[in-house]
């Protein structure tokens, strides 16, 4: 299959990169930014047209999630009118959509995990803008998948496992949230799900919904307090409550996805959440 990645310098894209080095199977194209912006509608539709991409996957957004409440109207631009024009781009060469969302979609009330019909409410804007770019592919994409994810992280670009390891080599003591749960997901895992759910899509499939994420649940504080450990970091790390720290947009306290259908459609066995990260500590540390 020839498959274009968009917003491929991110974490996610830059994932797919590096696997992609190593597939035989399918065929890549990457774009970032400045080689493809998801907002030109006519480059995209003439990129996808003259490469005959049969596969677009959008690893494009904005992720910001505090910015996005001041930035709300650049957020939903990305978001939402940047998933339509893909959807129309992907609609013109009966391309598949392949779209990534979030677990910010949710208000975190739950008190089991989130399956994919559980219904959503956002807290945020950056949540509000990923859940109406989930709308975008429903209604226009006619070939579609969505795949939910959380707490992305990677040896590469801005992420929490990155800001620990660098934060706590240079401070004493770290605060971290102990009452937002949910669970982690290395971006190399879930570049690796998506292509090996590619062949088992129906032709047809569309506006399909899929949850990944690495395996177990743990609160930030959890994920901090692993990273200390196995970096063997010198700072302390402190546990404490949402409403002690400073953030400006809300996120939900508990936002477990729920990964009994693709586990089960794939028959896929997902990396428990300290496996991945002790994989990531260890590209990054060497
Ligand atoms: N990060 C998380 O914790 C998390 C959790 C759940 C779901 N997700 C979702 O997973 C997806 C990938 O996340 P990520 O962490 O890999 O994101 P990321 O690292 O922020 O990468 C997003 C990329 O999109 C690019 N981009 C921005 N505007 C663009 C445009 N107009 N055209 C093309 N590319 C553009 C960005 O480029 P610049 O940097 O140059 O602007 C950046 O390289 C997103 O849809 C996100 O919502 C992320």
Known sequence: MKI??????????????EMAAKDQVHTYFFTDKQALDILSEESVRQYVKHHGVECIINCAGY????LAEQD????RELNVKGVSVLARAANA??????HISTDYIFDGKACRPYNESASTNPLSTYG???LDGEVEVLLNAKRSVIIRTSWLYSPFGHNFVRTILKKGSEEDRLRVVYDQ????TYAPDLARAIIDLLPALPQSVR?????YSNEGVCSWFDVAMAISEMAELPCEIMPVRTKDIKSVAMRPHYSVLDKSRIKHELNMD???WRESLRICLQRLMA
């Open 4 to 17: 274009l990645v968009t917003g491929s310098a991110g974490q996610l894209g830059r994932s797919f990169q």
């Open 63 to 66: 992720t910001a999630v505090d």
């Open 72 to 75: 709300s109207a650049e957020a």
């Open 93 to 98: 060469v009966d391309g598949l959509l392949v």
């Open 128 to 130: 509000r803008t990923k």
């Open 181 to 184: 749960i949910g669970s982690p």
């Open 207 to 211: 506006g399909a919904i899929y949850n």
């Open 270 to 272: 997902i990396p428990y």
